[in-house]
Protein backbone atom coordinates (compact mmCIF):
# COMPACT_ATOMS: atom_id res chain seq x y z
CA UNK A 1 0.00 0.00 0.00
CA UNK A 2 1.22 3.81 -0.21
CA UNK A 3 -0.42 4.79 2.64
CA UNK A 4 0.05 4.09 6.16
CA UNK A 5 -2.98 3.43 7.59
CA UNK A 6 -2.15 1.88 11.12
CA UNK A 7 -0.24 5.22 11.91
CA UNK A 8 -2.44 6.70 14.60
CA UNK A 9 -0.39 9.99 14.48
CA UNK A 10 -2.00 12.65 11.63
CA UNK A 11 1.00 12.11 8.29
CA UNK A 12 3.24 15.29 7.60
CA UNK A 13 1.26 15.50 4.37
CA UNK A 14 -1.88 14.53 2.96
CA UNK A 15 -0.58 13.34 -0.41
CA UNK A 16 3.40 13.19 -1.91
CA UNK A 17 3.45 13.06 -5.42
CA UNK A 18 7.08 11.52 -6.70
CA UNK A 19 8.50 12.88 -10.31
CA UNK A 20 10.87 9.41 -11.11
CA UNK A 21 10.77 6.49 -9.27
CA UNK A 22 14.28 5.21 -9.25
CA UNK A 23 16.27 4.26 -5.88
CA UNK A 24 16.06 7.76 -4.75
CA UNK A 25 12.06 8.23 -5.82
CA UNK A 26 11.37 4.58 -4.88
CA UNK A 27 13.53 4.51 -1.29
CA UNK A 28 11.64 7.84 -0.43
CA UNK A 29 8.35 6.04 -0.56
CA UNK A 30 9.42 3.47 1.51
CA UNK A 31 10.77 5.40 4.31
CA UNK A 32 7.90 7.72 4.06
CA UNK A 33 5.41 4.80 4.23
CA UNK A 34 7.88 3.11 7.68
CA UNK A 35 7.53 6.31 9.47
CA UNK A 36 3.49 6.99 8.11
CA UNK A 37 4.27 10.46 7.13
CA UNK A 38 1.99 10.88 4.46
CA UNK A 39 -1.62 9.89 3.29
CA UNK A 40 -1.02 8.53 0.01
CA UNK A 41 1.85 8.26 -2.46
CA UNK A 42 1.19 8.89 -6.21
CA UNK A 43 4.11 9.43 -8.83
CA UNK A 44 5.13 9.91 -12.53
CA UNK A 45 7.11 8.48 -14.99
CA UNK A 46 7.71 8.66 -18.66
CA UNK A 47 8.34 5.12 -19.08
CA UNK A 48 5.49 2.64 -18.81
CA UNK A 49 7.18 -0.37 -17.31
CA UNK A 50 8.29 1.90 -14.19
CA UNK A 51 5.15 3.15 -13.87
CA UNK A 52 3.34 -0.56 -13.86
CA UNK A 53 5.97 -1.71 -11.37
CA UNK A 54 6.15 0.73 -9.15
CA UNK A 55 2.02 0.09 -8.70
CA UNK A 56 2.92 -3.48 -8.25
CA UNK A 57 5.58 -2.89 -5.69
CA UNK A 58 3.34 -0.55 -3.97
CA UNK A 59 5.65 2.17 -3.79
CA UNK A 60 2.67 4.23 -4.99
CA UNK A 61 -1.24 4.27 -5.41
CA UNK A 62 -1.60 5.66 -8.73
CA UNK A 63 1.36 6.55 -11.39
CA UNK A 64 1.20 8.87 -14.66
CA UNK A 65 2.78 9.32 -17.41
CA UNK A 66 2.20 13.66 -17.21
CA UNK A 67 3.81 14.53 -13.97
CA UNK A 68 1.16 17.24 -13.92
CA UNK A 69 -1.53 14.66 -13.52
CA UNK A 70 0.20 13.96 -10.03
CA UNK A 71 0.55 17.05 -8.66
CA UNK A 72 -2.82 17.85 -8.31
CA UNK A 73 -3.61 17.91 -4.40
CA UNK A 74 -0.22 17.20 -3.42
CA UNK A 75 0.77 19.16 -1.05
CA UNK A 76 4.37 17.70 -1.24
CA UNK A 77 6.65 17.32 -4.66
CA UNK A 78 9.46 15.69 -4.87
CA UNK A 79 11.65 15.69 -8.44
CA UNK A 80 13.44 12.52 -8.49
CA UNK A 81 14.65 12.69 -11.93
CA UNK A 82 17.71 13.44 -13.63
CA UNK A 83 18.07 17.16 -13.33
CA UNK A 84 18.57 17.12 -17.04
CA UNK A 85 14.68 16.82 -17.00
CA UNK A 86 13.78 19.00 -14.28
CA UNK A 87 12.69 22.17 -16.32
CA UNK A 88 10.28 20.84 -18.64
CA UNK A 89 8.82 18.74 -15.31
CA UNK A 90 8.69 22.41 -13.72
CA UNK A 91 7.43 24.11 -16.40
CA UNK A 92 4.67 21.25 -16.94
CA UNK A 93 3.67 21.35 -13.18
CA UNK A 94 4.18 24.97 -11.86
CA UNK A 95 0.22 25.63 -13.44
CA UNK A 96 -1.11 22.70 -11.21
CA UNK A 97 0.62 23.10 -7.53
CA UNK A 98 -1.94 24.16 -5.12
CA UNK A 99 -1.80 27.02 -2.49
CA UNK A 100 1.02 26.05 0.42
CA UNK A 101 2.23 22.88 -1.53
CA UNK A 102 6.04 22.58 -0.80
CA UNK A 103 7.99 21.16 -4.10
CA UNK A 104 11.81 20.02 -3.70
CA UNK A 105 14.55 17.48 -4.96
CA UNK A 106 16.89 15.34 -5.00
CA UNK A 107 19.92 16.38 -7.44
CA UNK A 108 23.13 16.15 -6.77
CA UNK A 109 23.95 19.78 -8.07
CA UNK A 110 21.45 22.49 -6.90
CA UNK A 111 22.71 25.83 -8.47
CA UNK A 112 21.48 24.50 -12.21
CA UNK A 113 18.05 23.27 -10.41
CA UNK A 114 17.23 26.57 -8.88
CA UNK A 115 18.09 28.03 -11.78
CA UNK A 116 15.80 25.72 -13.93
CA UNK A 117 12.46 25.26 -11.65
CA UNK A 118 12.01 28.57 -9.74
CA UNK A 119 11.02 30.69 -12.76
CA UNK A 120 7.63 28.27 -12.69
CA UNK A 121 6.87 27.90 -9.05
CA UNK A 122 4.22 30.09 -8.77
CA UNK A 123 4.08 32.09 -5.36
CA UNK A 124 1.47 30.77 -3.73
CA UNK A 125 3.69 27.85 -3.39
CA UNK A 126 7.30 26.73 -2.10
CA UNK A 127 10.58 25.40 -3.79
CA UNK A 128 13.21 24.31 -1.57
CA UNK A 129 16.27 22.12 -3.21
CA UNK A 130 17.57 19.39 -1.67
CA UNK A 131 20.30 16.40 -2.02
CA UNK A 132 19.72 13.48 -0.40
CA UNK A 133 23.47 12.44 0.27
CA UNK A 134 23.29 8.51 -0.70
CA UNK A 135 22.91 6.14 -3.04
CA UNK A 136 24.20 2.74 -4.21
CA UNK A 137 24.92 1.80 -7.69
CA UNK A 138 21.79 0.03 -8.57
CA UNK A 139 18.75 2.15 -10.16
CA UNK A 140 15.18 1.69 -10.88
CA UNK A 141 11.87 1.08 -8.75
CA UNK A 142 12.89 -2.08 -7.58
CA UNK A 143 16.25 -0.60 -6.20
CA UNK A 144 14.78 1.32 -3.16
CA UNK A 145 14.88 0.51 0.77
CA UNK A 146 13.63 2.29 3.26
CA UNK A 147 17.48 2.33 5.42
CA UNK A 148 18.87 4.01 2.44
CA UNK A 149 19.02 7.97 4.30
CA UNK A 150 19.42 6.14 7.98
CA UNK A 151 22.53 8.44 8.95
CA UNK A 152 23.16 9.87 5.81
CA UNK A 153 23.02 13.76 5.27
CA UNK A 154 20.48 15.96 3.11
CA UNK A 155 21.72 19.32 2.06
CA UNK A 156 19.18 21.93 1.83
CA UNK A 157 19.62 24.87 -0.48
CA UNK A 158 16.82 27.21 0.14
CA UNK A 159 16.45 30.67 -1.18
CA UNK A 160 17.10 33.80 0.98
CA UNK A 161 13.93 34.87 0.84
CA UNK A 162 12.48 30.71 1.60
CA UNK A 163 9.70 30.79 3.69
CA UNK A 164 10.72 29.53 7.02
CA UNK A 165 7.66 27.49 8.22
CA UNK A 166 7.85 25.32 4.49
CA UNK A 167 11.76 25.64 4.78
CA UNK A 168 11.13 23.46 9.02
CA UNK A 169 8.67 21.14 7.38
CA UNK A 170 10.60 19.75 4.50
CA UNK A 171 13.83 19.52 7.34
CA UNK A 172 11.58 17.71 9.34
CA UNK A 173 10.38 15.05 6.95
CA UNK A 174 14.13 14.43 5.79
CA UNK A 175 14.89 14.00 9.65
CA UNK A 176 12.21 11.61 9.58
CA UNK A 177 12.76 9.94 6.88
CA UNK A 178 16.18 9.22 8.89
CA UNK A 179 18.94 11.77 7.78
CA UNK A 180 20.83 14.52 9.17
CA UNK A 181 20.07 17.75 7.41
CA UNK A 182 22.35 20.67 6.89
CA UNK A 183 21.83 23.73 4.94
CA UNK A 184 23.92 25.91 3.02
CA UNK A 185 24.30 27.62 -0.29
CA UNK A 186 22.98 26.47 -3.74
CA UNK A 187 26.72 27.38 -4.89
CA UNK A 188 28.61 26.17 -1.55
CA UNK A 189 26.96 22.57 -2.08
CA UNK A 190 28.03 22.59 -5.56
CA UNK A 191 31.46 23.10 -4.94
CA UNK A 192 31.66 20.69 -2.06
CA UNK A 193 30.01 18.03 -4.13
CA UNK A 194 32.37 18.43 -6.87
CA UNK A 195 35.26 16.82 -5.02
CA UNK A 196 33.58 14.70 -2.58
CA UNK A 197 30.95 13.36 -5.48
CA UNK A 198 31.47 14.18 -8.81
CA UNK A 199 35.01 14.03 -9.71
CA UNK A 200 35.56 10.66 -7.98
CA UNK A 201 32.82 9.70 -10.46
CA UNK A 202 34.43 10.96 -13.18
CA UNK A 203 37.82 9.30 -12.10
CA UNK A 204 36.16 6.18 -11.50
CA UNK A 205 34.58 5.93 -15.18
CA UNK A 206 37.37 7.18 -16.71
CA UNK A 207 39.76 4.28 -15.04
CA UNK A 208 37.51 1.67 -15.82
CA UNK A 209 37.34 2.55 -19.59
CA UNK A 210 40.90 2.89 -19.60
CA UNK A 211 41.72 -0.84 -18.21
CA UNK A 212 38.90 -2.05 -20.64
CA UNK A 213 40.72 -0.01 -24.00
CA UNK A 214 44.51 -1.42 -22.58
CA UNK A 215 45.62 -3.17 -25.85
CA UNK A 216 47.72 -5.67 -24.37
CA UNK A 217 45.46 -6.82 -21.50
CA UNK A 218 42.39 -8.86 -22.45
CA UNK A 219 38.87 -8.27 -20.88
CA UNK A 220 38.87 -11.64 -18.80
CA UNK A 221 42.82 -10.26 -17.25
CA UNK A 222 40.91 -6.94 -16.12
CA UNK A 223 38.32 -9.15 -14.47
CA UNK A 224 39.85 -12.19 -13.35
CA UNK A 225 42.80 -10.16 -11.84
CA UNK A 226 40.83 -6.99 -10.22
CA UNK A 227 42.11 -6.12 -7.23
CA UNK A 228 40.39 -4.24 -4.58
CA UNK A 229 40.48 -0.71 -5.86
CA UNK A 230 39.73 -1.42 -9.41
CA UNK A 231 36.94 -3.62 -8.35
CA UNK A 232 35.45 -0.63 -6.25
CA UNK A 233 35.94 1.69 -9.25
CA UNK A 234 34.08 -0.15 -11.54
CA UNK A 235 31.02 -0.52 -8.68
CA UNK A 236 30.98 3.61 -8.67
CA UNK A 237 31.08 3.08 -12.60
CA UNK A 238 28.08 1.52 -12.36
CA UNK A 239 26.19 4.45 -11.21
CA UNK A 240 23.50 5.21 -13.74
CA UNK A 241 25.27 7.10 -16.87
CA UNK A 242 21.65 9.39 -17.14
CA UNK A 243 21.62 11.13 -14.21
CA UNK A 244 25.69 11.46 -14.21
CA UNK A 245 25.52 13.01 -17.53
CA UNK A 246 23.09 15.42 -16.23
CA UNK A 247 25.08 15.87 -13.31
CA UNK A 248 28.48 16.88 -15.33
CA UNK A 249 26.22 19.24 -17.83
CA UNK A 250 25.21 20.92 -15.01
CA UNK A 251 27.87 21.49 -12.26
CA UNK A 252 30.82 22.20 -14.94
CA UNK A 253 31.89 25.13 -13.57
CA UNK A 254 32.86 23.55 -10.13
CA UNK A 255 33.87 20.22 -11.66
CA UNK A 256 36.54 22.08 -13.74
CA UNK A 257 37.89 24.24 -11.18
CA UNK A 258 38.43 20.92 -8.90
CA UNK A 259 39.87 18.69 -11.59
CA UNK A 260 42.22 21.32 -12.62
CA UNK A 261 43.32 21.14 -8.44
CA UNK A 262 43.54 17.44 -9.05
CA UNK A 263 45.50 17.65 -12.07
CA UNK A 264 48.36 19.89 -9.98
CA UNK A 265 48.07 17.51 -7.44
CA UNK A 266 48.48 14.72 -9.78
CA UNK A 267 51.15 16.31 -11.39
CA UNK A 268 52.79 16.21 -8.09
CA UNK A 269 52.81 12.71 -7.65
CA UNK A 270 53.84 11.91 -11.03
CA UNK A 271 57.10 13.92 -9.82
CA UNK A 272 57.76 11.97 -6.66
CA UNK A 273 57.56 9.27 -8.57
CA UNK A 274 59.53 10.05 -11.76
CA UNK A 275 62.45 11.36 -8.93
CA UNK A 276 61.83 8.72 -6.53
CA UNK A 277 61.01 11.13 -3.53
CA UNK A 278 59.94 8.34 -1.02
CA UNK A 279 59.35 11.24 1.70
CA UNK A 280 56.99 13.08 -0.38
CA UNK A 281 54.89 9.80 -1.78
CA UNK A 282 54.77 8.56 2.51
CA UNK A 283 53.03 11.94 3.54
CA UNK A 284 50.72 12.44 0.54
CA UNK A 285 49.77 8.90 1.42
CA UNK A 286 49.56 9.35 5.36
CA UNK A 287 47.43 12.33 4.62
CA UNK A 288 44.51 10.44 2.29
CA UNK A 289 44.78 7.97 4.78
CA UNK A 290 43.88 10.02 7.89
CA UNK A 291 40.99 11.35 6.06
CA UNK A 292 39.70 7.77 5.70
CA UNK A 293 39.59 7.69 9.24
CA UNK A 294 38.05 10.55 9.61
CA UNK A 295 34.93 9.33 7.17
CA UNK A 296 34.73 6.12 9.51
CA UNK A 297 34.95 8.75 13.08
CA UNK A 298 31.99 10.82 11.40
CA UNK A 299 29.64 7.42 11.19
CA UNK A 300 29.81 7.75 6.99
CA UNK A 301 31.56 4.32 6.43
CA UNK A 302 32.53 1.41 8.11
CA UNK A 303 36.28 0.11 8.66
CA UNK A 304 34.57 -3.65 8.23
CA UNK A 305 36.51 -5.88 5.80
CA UNK A 306 34.96 -4.66 1.79
CA UNK A 307 33.47 -1.54 4.20
CA UNK A 308 30.79 -3.62 5.12
CA UNK A 309 28.70 -3.77 2.14
CA UNK A 310 26.68 -6.99 1.58
CA UNK A 311 28.30 -9.52 -0.71
CA UNK A 312 26.57 -10.96 -3.18
CA UNK A 313 24.36 -13.98 -2.05
Known amino acids: MASNENNAQAPMFKKLALIGLG ?39 RCHENPADAV ?6 ILCAP ?22 DVGSVKAAVVRDVSPHIPDHAHFIAGHPIAGTEQSGPEAGFAE ?11 DADCDRMALAKIESFWQKLGSRVEIM ?19 AFNVVNTAAHLERVTDSEVIKFSAGGF ?33 EDLVALQRAIRFGDGEALERTFAEARSVRRGIIQ ?12 RKPS
Open 298 to 309: AGQDTAAPDFGR
Open 23 to 61: LIGSSISHAARRGGLVGEIVGSSATAATRDKAVELGLVS
Open 231 to 263: RDFTRIAASDPVMWRDVFLNNKEAVLEMLGRFS
Open 148 to 158: LFDGRWCILTP
Open 72 to 77: EGADLV
Open 83 to 104: VGAYKGIAEAIGPKLGPGAIVS
Open 185 to 203: SAEHHDLVLAITSHVPHLI
